[in-house]
């Protein structure tokens, strides 16, 4: 079995908050285990309770053609949560329960080692860009310890903000480029703002 099947499986029994006593199904994330791009959303929303599986309801109906526009599709990159369990209501999740649920994110990037984390919404910018604003830094990659770290709006933005759907498609138009370039681009010396090349 491979490490992120096994992980997938601890992340089905966790009983570390709250939350697991209302899920239908945890979410632990989809997509290969050697995959360069990790998206990291939010939590999963009724739909992906439903069927344990990320993105599966408007907003990832829109994440796949955003991942279409630059010839990719979502069996080729992994997708993910900041937190696994639905919150009731499609409320925002709780610090206590971004803080019991981490441990599992953070061994999902250890395993999957990408090239570049996307971080869509403000719950994924908030772990790798602690105190930093969406619309000032979305679009802009960092490199950090061998990895891009490159924020966006969550594709959701755009369902409830249509003037956001022409930024985020401009946004994931630049993956590709990034990408290209991820060898040469320079690692981040301190937490200022780093501009692409």
Not at 34 to 39: K, N
Not at 121 to 134: D, N
């Amino acid at each position: 079995m491979s490490a992120l099947t096994e992980l997938c499986k601890q992340i089905a029994n966790c009983r570390d908050c709250e939350l697991a006593n209302y899920r239908t199904k945890v979410v632990p994330g989809e997509g290969p285990e050697d995959a360069d791009l990790l998206f990291i959303g939010e939590a999963p929303g009724w739909n992906e309770d439903q069927q344990g599986r990320p993105f599966v309801g408007a907003a990832g109906e829109f994440l796949d053609q955003l991942l279409a526009s630059i010839g990719l599709s979502r069996e080729q990159v992994y997708i993910a949560n900041v937190i696994k369990c639905r919150p009731l209501q499609n409320r925002d999740p709780l610090p206590a329960e971004i803080r019991a649920c981490s441990k599992w994110l953070d061994r999902q990037v250890e395993i999957i080692q990408p090239k570049i984390i996307v971080t869509l919404g403000r719950y994924s910018l908030a772990k790798y860009f602690p105190g930093e604003g969406i619309s000032k830094i979305h679009g802009k990659p960092r490199k950090c310890d061998n990895v891009v770290y490159y924020p966006m709006y969550h594709p959701a933005a755009a369902l409830h903000q249509g003037s956001l759907r022409k930024i985020i498609e401009a946004d994931m138009l630049q993956i590709p480029q990034i990408l290209a370039q991820y060898e040469k681009m320079p690692e981040e010396v301190n937490a200022r703002q780093l501009e692409l090349f």
